[in-house]
């Protein structure tokens, strides 16, 4: 009994001639699970080190470019060069237009006055031998800060004859060479920077009146080509903000009345599988073939304006349908029948079945289904540059029929500028902002489809 | 079952085909009110076929076509004006897999109701709930937690909740497909003694498998075999005596 209890192997009979083979066969199977359990592992490990490789990249180049080289200036708003009348007030016999008349004809007049002297006026006061070299004087703080000093006075005019310490965007040369995305050792001819910018730019950046500071220009303003510093997304972001209202406004809930009409309440015949190919045709048009429709159609028949968002949101629609359409048919096709049967059992319509029963239980595929087309067409650049969206716009749009460009536009845009050394942070930070609205919208499918995902 | 109740349900050569295929060949039998009668016969047979026609529920399958007559209250059900919702409010059906709505226990009673706007106040409606629950035998072990999910109950418990929410809207007569094929021995018990109390209001026809079933619950049973009914008579007598010699064969076991 002990022998056997310490050793029961000794104790059972050899195994049957099919038990052999059975055992004989496993080492084969074993191997073969080995095999491809291994090579799923790496085919997930590269996948997982390549999307690392590409966030490290986009990451470590485009973040330096949310801090830009800026000079800290005490601004003289000075009334000698600032000579604009007061700033109207509506008097009580005037009507709402002749006020807004003169108001207009009051912000032209500041336009005329020269912002830049105050600049260069307030730089001699740092650089003794400012007066000598009155070009790059003019070169130091990027140009479109004039339009900030500018902004200042009209939004406040009691700030003529004050001073103010602000900080200025230096030009973009300036950004590249201290950022040292310049190589130094450059003879003159092919620097960027003149030899006396240089010995300031220098002087100034270890006197700490440069500093590299954190910028909302990126954010805050459209493109610019006069003024590259502050070249911003603005203008592009709400291009592609108005273009995804005209998206989920227009495909999603089309997409989803088409699916239900198709799975739920149209017949089965010859049409319909028509119609049903041909959705799934849709899905497979490259998309830039969406972009020539919409150029000779949108633009060539109805007249819709170039450039601009509601043309650009009708192409992308047309692309995300097809998505809309597909996921949420599987949606539906994955409610059990039973749900159905059971509402239609207690004498609910057809139509109450579905929107009390199947529609509440296919909300989250539906929504994930959306989102996801939605994420896609955000992305999507192709169709936009035939419909004019890769037009230079330097003004951010007010509403979907202004011109605008879109973030993955102004992407291809800025990747082709010719400062490379400068855009190209610019072109990784314009990335980043992408990736985070791409990610925002998964985390918001994943958390509503968390949120209404009922198991039955 | 004394055959001189009146006549709820009156099929006349009731035929089915889906697409090419006849599932039955004309069926021609009377429903009294307020009997139990039960469907019996091997699977493929043409029972369940038949009870979905009671209520149109074949209208919801693709192919599917119905002919002959099927008088409710001696009214065909098929007459154009005839709504297929009012006939499914009058018929009322219970499925063979326990088919709760994924919502509240509350909400799934009170939805029949709401639909066909039988209660106008919430504690008219609360009623409704509470009755239904009481006759379908569920009230005392779900009263606590009628705003917890259906679908946590129990199998046995969630096919006495569909009962319930099928009693919910009043109707005449009940079709039950198979109700209890899902359930353990205990929840079927309990079913069946439900069905034994639920024929003092209303008329239920019950498809089973189950010949003991068939022959514990109903009054009248009707024996099925390839699309025709081969006999119909008192659940006693069927089963002692059956006439025919197919009837028989099934039930002494030989085939099915």
Request: charged share 20%; glycine share 6%.
């Given at each position: 009994?002990?022998?056997?209890?310490?050793?029961?192997?000794?104790?059972?009979?050899?195994?049957?001639?099919?038990?052999?083979k059975?055992?004989?066969s496993?080492?084969?199977r074993?191997?073969?699970?080995?095999?491809?359990?291994?090579?799923?592992?790496t085919?997930?490990?590269?996948?997982?080190?390549?999307v690392?490789?590409?966030?490290?990249?986009?990451?470590?180049?485009?973040?330096?470019?949310?801090?830009?080289?800026?000079?800290?200036?005490?601004?003289?708003?000075?009334?000698?060069?600032?000579?604009?009348?007061?700033?109207?007030?509506?008097?009580?016999?005037?009507?709402?237009?002749?006020?807004?008349?003169?108001?207009?004809?009051?912000?032209?007049?500041?336009?005329f006055?020269?912002?830049?002297?105050?600049?260069?006026?307030?730089?001699?006061?740092i650089?003794?031998?400012?007066?000598?070299?009155?070009?790059?004087?003019?070169?130091?703080?990027?140009?479109?800060?004039?339009?900030?000093?500018?902004?200042?006075?009209?939004?406040?005019?009691?700030?003529?004859?004050?001073?103010?310490?602000?900080?200025?965007?230096?030009?973009?040369?300036?950004?590249?060479?201290?950022?040292?995305?310049?190589?130094?050792?450059?003879?003159?001819?092919?620097?960027?920077?003149?030899?006396?910018?240089?010995?300031?730019?220098?002087?100034?950046?270890?006197?700490?009146?440069?500093?590299?500071?954190?910028?909302?220009?990126?954010?805050?303003?459209?493109?610019?080509?006069?003024?590259?510093?502050?070249?911003?997304?603005?203008?592009?972001?709400?291009?592609?903000?108005?273009?995804?209202?005209?998206?989920?406004?227009?495909?999603v809930?089309?997409?989803?009345?088409?699916?239900?009409y198709?799975?739920?309440?149209?017949p089965?015949?010859?049409?319909?599988?028509?119609?049903e190919?041909?959705?799934?045709?849709?899905?497979?048009?490259?998309?830039?073939?969406?972009?020539?429709?919409?150029?000779?159609?949108?633009?060539?028949?109805?007249?819709?304006?170039?450039?601009?968002?509601?043309?650009?949101?009708?192409?992308?629609?047309?692309?995300?349908?097809?998505?809309v359409?597909?996921?949420?048919?599987?949606?539906?096709?994955?409610?059990?029948?039973?749900?159905?049967?059971?509402?239609?059992?207690?004498?609910?319509?057809?139509?109450?079945?579905?929107?009390?029963?199947?529609?509440?239980?296919?909300i989250?595929?539906?929504?994930?289904?959306?989102?996801?087309g939605?994420?896609?067409?955000?992305?999507?650049?192709?169709?936009?540059l035939?419909?004019?969206?890769?037009?230079?716009?330097?003004?951010?749009?007010?509403?979907?029929?202004?011109?605008?460009?879109?973030?993955?536009?102004?992407?291809?845009?800025?990747?082709?500028?010719?400062?490379?050394?400068?855009?190209?942070?610019?072109?990784?930070?314009?990335?980043?902002?992408?990736?985070?609205?791409?990610?925002?919208?998964?985390?918001?499918?994943?958390w509503?489809?968390?949120?209404?995902?009922?198991?039955? | 079952?004394?055959n001189?109740?009146?006549?709820?349900?009156?099929?006349?050569?009731?035929?089915?085909?889906?697409?090419?295929?006849?599932?039955?060949?004309?069926?021609?039998?009377?429903?009294?009110?307020?009997?139990?009668?039960?469907?019996?016969?091997?699977?493929?047979?043409?029972?369940?076929?038949?009870?979905?026609?009671?209520?149109r529920?074949?209208?919801t399958?693709?192919?599917?076509?119905?002919?002959?007559?099927?008088?409710?209250?001696?009214?065909?059900?098929?007459?154009?004006?005839?709504?297929?919702?009012?006939?499914?409010?009058?018929?009322?059906?219970?499925?063979?897999?326990?088919?709760?709505?994924?919502?509240?226990?509350?909400?799934?009673?009170?939805?029949?109701?709401?639909?066909?706007?039988?209660?106008?106040?919430?504690?008219?409606?609360?009623?409704?709930?509470?009755?239904?629950?009481?006759?379908?035998?569920?009230?005392?072990?779900?009263?606590?937690?009628?705003?917890?999910?259906?679908?946590g109950?129990?199998?046995?418990?969630?096919?006495?909740?569909?009962?319930?929410?099928?009693?919910?809207?009043?109707?005449?007569?009940?079709?039950?497909?198979?109700?209890?094929?899902?359930?353990?021995?205990?929840?079927?018990?309990?079913?069946?003694?439900?069905?034994?109390?639920?024929?003092?209001?209303f008329?239920?026809?019950?498809?089973?498998?189950?010949?003991q079933?068939?022959?514990?619950?109903?009054?009248?049973?009707?024996?099925?075999?390839?699309?025709?009914?081969?006999?119909?008579?008192?659940?006693?007598?069927?089963?002692?005596?059956?006439?025919?010699?197919r009837t028989?064969?099934?039930?002494?076991?030989?085939?099915?």
């Amino acid at each position: 009994m002990t022998i056997i209890a310490e050793n029961p192997i000794k104790a059972v009979a050899a195994p049957s001639q099919v038990q052999q083979k059975v055992i004989a066969s496993l080492n084969r199977r074993h191997r073969k699970e080995n095999l491809f359990r291994r090579l799923g592992l790496t085919a997930v490990l590269i996948s997982l080190g390549l999307v690392a490789v590409l966030f490290i990249n986009i990451f470590s180049k485009g973040l330096p470019a949310f801090w830009q080289s800026a000079i800290t200036l005490d601004i003289y708003f000075d009334p000698q060069i600032i000579k604009i009348p007061p700033m109207p007030q509506q008097r009580d016999d005037e009507s709402d237009n002749d006020f807004r008349q003169r108001h207009i004809e009051w912000q032209t007049e500041i336009g005329f006055v020269n912002f830049n002297r105050l600049i260069t006026d307030s730089l001699q006061k740092i650089l003794p031998d400012a007066n000598k070299h009155r070009r790059d004087l003019a070169r130091v703080v990027t140009s479109g800060e004039r339009f900030a000093l500018r902004d200042m006075v009209v939004a406040d005019p009691s700030i003529i004859g004050q001073t103010r310490t602000l900080h200025l965007l230096t030009d973009a040369n300036i950004d590249v060479w201290l950022k040292g995305n310049i190589d130094r050792s450059l003879p003159d001819g092919q620097q960027q920077l003149s030899p006396k910018m240089r010995e300031w730019v220098d002087k100034l950046s270890a006197d700490g009146v440069i500093q590299n500071r954190f910028s909302l220009a990126l954010f805050m303003n459209p493109d610019s080509r006069s003024s590259l510093a502050s070249a911003g997304l603005a203008g592009a972001f709400m291009g592609s903000f108005y273009m995804m209202l005209v998206v989920i406004l227009l495909a999603v809930p089309m997409g989803v009345a088409a699916a239900i009409y198709l799975e739920e309440f149209a017949p089965r015949n010859k049409i319909t599988d028509l119609v049903e190919v041909n959705i799934n045709n849709l899905a497979a048009v490259p998309s830039i073939v969406f972009g020539l429709l919409g150029a000779s159609v949108l633009i060539g028949w109805f007249n819709l304006p170039m450039s601009a968002p509601i043309v650009g949101g009708l192409v992308l629609s047309l692309m995300t349908l097809p998505t809309v359409i597909i996921a949420t048919r599987s949606t539906l096709k994955a409610i059990p029948p039973s749900i159905r049967q059971a509402a239609l059992g207690l004498g609910a319509s057809k139509m109450q079945a579905i929107f009390h029963h199947v529609l509440p239980l296919a909300i989250p595929g539906i929504l994930t289904g959306a989102i996801l087309g939605v994420a896609q067409a955000l992305g999507e650049t192709a169709p936009l540059l035939l419909i004019g969206m890769k037009s230079f716009v330097a003004s951010i749009p007010a509403s979907p029929f202004e011109q605008a460009s879109a973030l993955p536009v102004q992407i291809y845009l800025w990747q082709g500028n010719e400062l490379r050394n400068f855009f190209e942070a610019r072109t990784s930070a314009a990335i980043i902002v992408l990736l985070l609205m791409m990610i925002s919208l998964n985390g918001l499918a994943i958390w509503l489809r968390k949120k209404y995902e009922k198991r039955w | 079952m004394s055959n001189s109740a009146p006549v709820k349900i009156s099929a006349t050569d009731v035929k089915v085909f889906y697409g090419d295929n006849q599932a039955l060949h004309g069926i021609s039998m009377d429903v009294y009110q307020n009997e139990v009668i039960s469907f019996i016969g091997p699977s493929g047979c043409g029972k369940s076929t038949f009870l979905r026609c009671m209520n149109r529920m074949n209208d919801t399958i693709e192919h599917c076509r119905v002919t002959g007559s099927i008088l409710l209250d001696g009214r065909d059900i098929h007459e154009p004006a005839l709504d297929v919702v009012q006939l499914r409010a009058q018929v009322g059906m219970v499925f063979q897999k326990p088919n709760p709505f994924p919502k509240s226990i509350y909400e799934n009673i009170s939805y029949g109701p709401k639909l066909h706007g039988l209660a106008e106040r919430k504690a008219d409606l609360d009623d409704i709930v509470e009755s239904s629950l009481r006759r379908a035998g569920l009230w005392n072990e779900v009263k606590d937690r009628l705003d917890q999910p259906g679908t946590g109950l129990s199998g046995g418990q969630q096919q006495r909740l569909c009962i319930a929410r099928s009693i919910a809207v009043s109707p005449e007569v009940i079709l039950m497909d198979e109700p209890c094929s899902a359930l353990d021995p205990i929840a079927t018990s309990i079913i069946e003694e439900l069905i034994d109390e639920l024929k003092q209001n209303f008329t239920i026809v019950i498809v089973t498998h189950n010949m003991q079933q068939a022959a514990r619950v109903s009054d009248r049973t009707a024996f099925f075999h390839l699309g025709n009914l081969i006999e119909i008579g008192n659940t006693n007598d069927v089963f002692t005596n059956p006439q025919q010699k197919r009837t028989e064969d099934y039930i002494t076991g030989r085939y099915g």
